[in-house]
Every structure is written in C-alpha cells, then in structure tokens.
C-alpha cells in the first residue's frame, strides 16, 4: 500500500509562526475579519518582457518584489499572492491590527517611493523604468486556510480583495499612482491627503464605489504658540 503524502501548506514563515500561536494552522477553515487590501501591479512590466534577455528580465522582477514585500512586511502586512508583477498585500489578518488601514495605506505610499528609487537606478544601469498603480480598500472578508488535505494555504478571500484588484486598473484610466476607497478613508479619520475622484461601478458589485486618490499623508498642524498673559499688578 503506498504511504500517504504528507500535506503541503503554503506561508510564509513568518505567518506561520503567527498562525500556530493562535491555532488556525492546523486545519482547513477561518473567520470573518475586518482586513485592509494592497494590490500593486508593475507598469510597463510585461513589454519589458517582450524584449528583455530572461535574466534581466528575473533579476529587475526580483529586486522589485524583495522591495515590496519589505515595505508590505515593515508596516504589519504580510503578501499573499504574486499575479505576475502584481502583489497583494493584506492587513489585519491573521493577527488583530486595529491600525491596518494606516498600515496599508502608509504601505502603498512608501511602495511608491521605493519604486520611483529602483527605477531611478534601473534607468541608469539599463535604461529602463516603471511606474507604480496601486490600489487600498477596507472591508470584510473570509481570513483562513483554505485548499484541501494535502494542500494548503492561508488566504484572505472576498469581496475586499476582488475590489482592490478592480479598482487598481482605474489608476491607467485617472493617471493616478493609488487609489484608495471611502471605506478605508472613513477608518483613517481624514489624516491622508485625498482628492475625490468620483463614484465608479465595480464588476462583482451592486453599487458603484466611492474613489479617492490618495496624495499623502496628512501634514501635522504647527505647534501652537504658548499663551503668554500680561503680566498684572494690584496697587
């Protein structure tokens, strides 16, 4: 009788480590959590491809992922999928982060930065450079190992991550670098620097979502100056 394959699970060691703590390693199924969603896709990337030899081609995707997931992972998040030269990135599962909104949202602007400096140097070296279109939404979702006995993974599934995906594609169309929507916006208490871009249907969804391009982060009001009182004096 032929032995039985061991099962195969998919995560990252870090998020593993996290998962045993808490018990939702061990099997199949999960829960609902409030998640904020990343997704990044690389301009420009796959006509590289058309004419790029296969090791630049390996080594420009490379340093361009090592350098998304080390912001993703800086800020509390954690990539669940590469799709080409996309990444998603979650926040907020599977560990509570009452924060994941900032996080991802202060994730997607540092991933901007990190790729206006790789392409800075990929224009030097190579003559080459990209731009970034990145997407952030909050909302529910299915948080859990999902797969089968023999094969697993830990996976954040719904409509979030569907949204974010599809609202990603809008930055060609706005001439934007991210977009984020108004239920991450609403969890951020207004401290980044938006611009309304309008109400857009989202395959999948009944109704149309609120879009906002996100600029920065909110500058610090300056520090109040101290009240000096008149000094007074009685007779």
């Known amino acids: 009788m032929t032995p039985a394959s061991p099962a195969m699970t998919l995560t990252l060691p870090a998020l593993k480590s996290s998962m045993v703590d808490n018990g939702t390693f061990a099997e199949l199924g999960g829960k609902v ?3 904020s969603v990343v997704m990044a896709d690389l301009r420009g990337f796959t006509r590289f491809c058309e004419r790029a030899a296969a090791d630049l081609m390996s080594e420009v995707l490379n340093e361009y992922l090592t350098a998304m997931i080390d912001v993703i ?3 509390h998040g954690w990539v669940q999928d590469f799709i080409g030269d996309g990444i998603l990135g979650i926040f907020g599962a599977p560990e509570d ?6 996080h991802a949202v202060e994730s997607a602007l540092n991933m901007q930065s990190a790729i206006r400096k790789l392409s800075a140097r990929w224009q030097r070296e190579y003559g080459i450079s990209f731009a970034l279109g990145v997407a952030v ?4 979702a299915f948080a859990g190992s999902v797969g089968s006995p023999k094969l697993s993974k830990y996976a954040v599934v719904g409509d979030p991550v569907n949204t974010a995906a599809r609202l990603e594609e809008l ?5 934007t670098e991210i977009v984020m929507t108004r239920d991450t916006l609403e969890r951020m208490r ?3 620097d938006v611009e309304p871009r309008g109400s857009f249907p989202v395959r999948g969804r009944s109704h149309a979502v609120d879009v906002f391009e996100l600029r920065g982060l909110e500058r610090a009001e300056p520090a109040a100056k101290p009240l000096v009182l008149p000094r007074l004096s009685w007779a």
């Open 73 to 75: 992972m800086s800020h």
């Open 171 to 175: 930055n060609r169309d706005l001439g």
């Open 137 to 140: 939404h909050t909302g529910d």
């Open 97 to 102: 982060d009452p924060d994941h909104a900032r």
């Open 190 to 192: 207004d401290h980044v």
């Open 33 to 35: 959590r409030e998640v």
